[in-house]
């Protein structure tokens, strides 16, 4: 619903901060694809910043030099997406990580409002004060989430840029808000060169119960960001 409130945010940690608005960090926009919101037409904007450094990356210059790459205007964007809605299923909001801009909510209730598409959300997991925020607005139709690897994974699969019980307390909170909102998640898991079979025999069990844990093919680490 476009209208729901939006909570406030209780905290917000100092690496949330130094990440602005989302449309100060849109660094790119696909008009159409066919895969990454399956199913579906979707176009997909990919805002720049994230706060892991997993080594298999594939999109590592929009996460880690989004300085590099010039900021689209809200304007053009926009335009673009009413022109072309008729034309589409639904909108992919990706990173980077998109999760790290505090009034990311805002930001998508107001996309859904100009554009009037469904919306799928891509994160880490890391933030999940952000993502009850969102899903408590209804700001967004499905949060695809990634679970990484097995908890104890996490320093070798992020760059250190998480715990083991980072990872487990980030995504216990996850978990709670997939249990009350079982339409609005999904989880998955890129089968990188680091996981064993054992690793995703164990991952079976970590999303709650009735949620399938999705396996996504490891895709060769990307060194162009694609802008038409
Ligand atoms: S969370 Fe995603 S965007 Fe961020 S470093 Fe890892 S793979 Fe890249």
Not at 126 to 152: F, Q, Y
């Amino acid at each position: 619903m476009l209208g729901a409130s939006i909570p406030e945010l209780p905290g917000s940690t100092d690496s949330m901060q130094e990440h602005g608005s989302p449309w100060s960090r849109l660094r790119g926009l696909e008009p159409m694809s066919l895969c990454d919101w399956p199913g579906r037409v979707s176009a997909v904007l990919f805002l720049g910043g994230c706060d892991l450094r997993c080594p298999t990356c594939h999109n590592f210059q929009l996460a880690w030099e989004t300085w590099n790459t010039p900021c689209l205007p809200r304007s053009q964007v926009m335009d673009l997406l009413r022109k072309r809605s008729s034309w589409l299923d639904g909108l992919v909001v990706t990173g980077g990580e998109a999760a790290l801009s505090a009034d990311l909510p805002e930001w998508l209730a107001d996309l859904r409002a100009h554009v009037g598409l469904p919306i799928k959300l891509d994160t880490n997991g890391m933030h999940p004060a952000v993502i009850e925020r969102t899903v408590t607005a209804e700001a967004v139709d499905l949060v695809a989430v990634d679970i990484k690897g097995p908890w104890s994974k996490y320093p070798l699969l992020t760059g250190n840029r998480a715990t083991p019980e980072q990872a487990r307390a980030n995504m216990k909170q996850i978990f709670a808000l997939a249990r009350d909102k079982p339409g609005s998640f999904q989880f998955r898991t890129t089968l990188v060169p680091e996981l064993t079979q054992d690793d995703l025999n164990a991952m079976q069990h970590l999303p709650p119960p009735g949620f399938v844990l999705q396996m996504q093919r490891f895709k060769t680490p990307a060194t162009v960001i694609e802008r038409r």
